[in-house]
């Protein structure tokens, strides 16, 4: 786990995700791989309403929050 991640939440258990979203499906994957089981991508153009309203809907759907 990368230092970043592991000093956000110093010497406490991870109750978290973190949601990663980008347009570019693949560089979005490689993010989450290299953060680890944190973060779940999510591929969304920010700009797009419809579509970030759909990933929204998908965070709440999986994580009970963000709705």
């Known amino acids: 786990m990368p230092h970043y991640?592991?000093?956000f939440v110093p010497g406490g258990p991870f109750f978290?995700?973190?949601?990663?979203?980008d347009r570019d499906a693949d560089a979005i994957e490689q993010a989450a791989k290299e953060i680890g089981s944190l973060a779940q991508p999510f591929a969304a153009d920010v700009t797009d309403e419809a579509g970030i309203g759909a990933v929204m809907a998908d965070i709440a759907r999986k994580h009970g929050c963000c709705s």
Do not use: G
């Open 5 to 7: 991640i592991r000093d």
């Open 16 to 21: 978290f995700t973190v949601a990663l979203i």
